[in-house]
């Protein structure tokens, strides 16, 4: 069985209470998909590199940031 199949065998199961935000949920990640598209590699290279900078402790505070202006 597919994980396609598998989801629509699951949504079947489910009650119509929960299909609306079942929808949303979707939705939201088609959307998060179409955004990632539209971002070119060189982008992508920024954000990976600025979470990296990020986690390792990398960053200025809002309060930096405003003083360094």
Do not use: C, W
């Not at 929808?23 to 979470?51: C, F, G, P």
């Amino acid at each position: 069985m597919t994980v396609k199949e598998r989801l629509l065998q699951e949504i079947e199961q489910l009650s119509d209470d929960f299909l609306p935000e079942l929808l949303d949920v979707v939705l939201s990640m088609k959307q998060r998909q179409e955004d990632e598209e539209e971002i070119s590699e060189e982008e992508k290279a920024n954000i990976i590199q600025a979470r990296l900078e990020y986690e390792a402790g990398d960053y200025m505070t809002l309060e930096e940031f405003e003083a360094s202006l």
